[in-house]
């Protein structure tokens, strides 16, 4: 089974304009991210699709860029634009977020590694909270599963409720890393935004929304994402720590 991995990387962000070129300890965000990528053997490309020439001029001095449309909704479907033009041969594409510069290659294995049932047609992984204000946080994705570690739905609201309060229910937070069957992709990108994805803003509940699979596997990790300019300097504390 081939897998390729894309990591899409917008330049204008709202609250952290230039994000993926940002220095984080003498490397660029997205080149930390692009190592980790590149780390993970038996992958058959990878390649950051972004929107912008700083960007792609960057990333193509130590791997490939591919410029994608600036008008792609999302990542998802930035990642098809630029699968079409990769030249990849892969029957699984990995999703990874280009201000994620922590992943660990264990995850993206991960991911991949559940394809290996047939009928998995999306995944993507969850980890276990165990903070109350996680819970609470409306920014905080939280996901529940069937017994066959399906997703049943995400949500920013706190799922499950425990209605009577007696207990700690199993809470989970999403962690927003993808990966697909290739025709799936292509599938996914074709529908229409969802009620429930424009309720909540989060694009695989129109995926849920039109019967999709999404298979979900836990891990123990969760690396420090990167949003705003305060973010980046934890991140520094954060490297500095793990040195």
Same mark, same amino acid.
């Given at each position: 089974?081939?897998?390729?991995?894309?990591?899409?990387?917008?330049?204008?962000?709202?609250?952290?304009?230039?994000?993926?070129?940002?220095?984080?300890?003498?490397?660029?965000?997205?080149?930390?991210?692009?190592?980790?990528?590149?780390?993970?053997?038996?992958?058959?490309?990878?390649?950051?699709?972004?929107?912008?020439?700083?960007?792609?001029?960057?990333?193509?001095?130590?791997?490939?860029?591919?410029?994608?449309?600036?008008?792609?909704?999302?990542?998802?479907?930035?990642?098809?634009?630029?699968?079409?033009?990769?030249?990849?041969?892969?029957?699984?594409?990995?999703?990874?977020?280009?201000?994620?510069?922590?992943?660990?290659?264990?995850?993206?294995?991960?991911?991949?590694?559940?394809?290996?049932?047939?009928?998995?047609? =999306?995944?993507? %992984? @969850?980890?276990? &909270? *165990?903070?109350? $204000? /996680?819970?609470?946080?409306?920014?905080?994705?939280?996901?529940?599963?069937?017994?066959?570690?399906?997703?049943?739905?995400?949500?920013?609201?706190?799922?499950?409720?425990?209605?009577?309060?007696?207990?700690?229910?199993?809470?989970?937070?999403?962690?927003?890393?993808?990966?697909?069957?290739?025709?799936?992709?292509?599938? =996914?990108?074709? %529908? @229409?935004?969802? &009620? *429930?994805?424009? $309720? /909540?803003?989060?694009?695989?509940?129109?995926?849920?929304?039109?019967?999709?699979?999404?298979?979900?596997?836990?891990?123990?990790?969760?690396?420090?994402?990167?949003?705003?300019?305060?973010?980046?300097?934890?991140?520094?504390?954060?490297?500095?720590?793990?040195?």
């Amino acid at each position: 089974m081939k897998f390729c991995v894309l990591i899409p990387a917008r330049y204008g962000s709202t609250r952290f304009p230039g994000k993926p070129l940002a220095d984080l300890g003498g490397m660029s965000m997205i080149q930390r991210v692009w190592n980790v990528a590149a780390s993970c053997s038996g992958n058959s490309g990878i390649a950051v699709a972004t929107d912008d020439a700083r960007i792609e001029a960057h990333v193509n001095i130590f791997g490939k860029a591919i410029l994608t449309n600036a008008q792609h909704p999302s990542g998802t479907d930035r990642c098809m634009e630029a699968f079409e033009k990769s030249g990849f041969e892969a029957d699984i594409i990995v999703n990874l977020q280009g201000d994620e510069p922590f992943i660990r290659p264990e995850q993206i294995k991960a991911l991949v590694s559940m394809f290996e049932n047939p009928d998995v047609e =999306i995944a993507t %992984l @969850k980890k276990a &909270i *165990l903070s109350a $204000t /996680e819970v609470e946080n409306p920014n905080v994705v939280k996901v529940v599963t069937d017994i066959h570690d399906k997703a049943l739905y995400f949500s920013r609201s706190q799922i499950p409720f425990s209605r009577e309060n007696d207990s700690t229910p199993p809470y989970y937070r999403h962690i927003g890393m993808y990966a697909y069957k290739a025709d799936v992709l292509h599938k =996914i990108t074709l %529908l @229409k935004p969802s &009620i *429930l994805e424009l $309720t /909540e803003k989060l694009e695989q509940l129109r995926w849920l929304e039109n019967g999709y699979h999404i298979a979900v596997a836990e891990t123990q990790w969760q690396s420090p994402a990167v949003d705003t300019p305060e973010d980046l300097e934890k991140a520094i504390d954060f490297l500095k720590n793990q040195s």
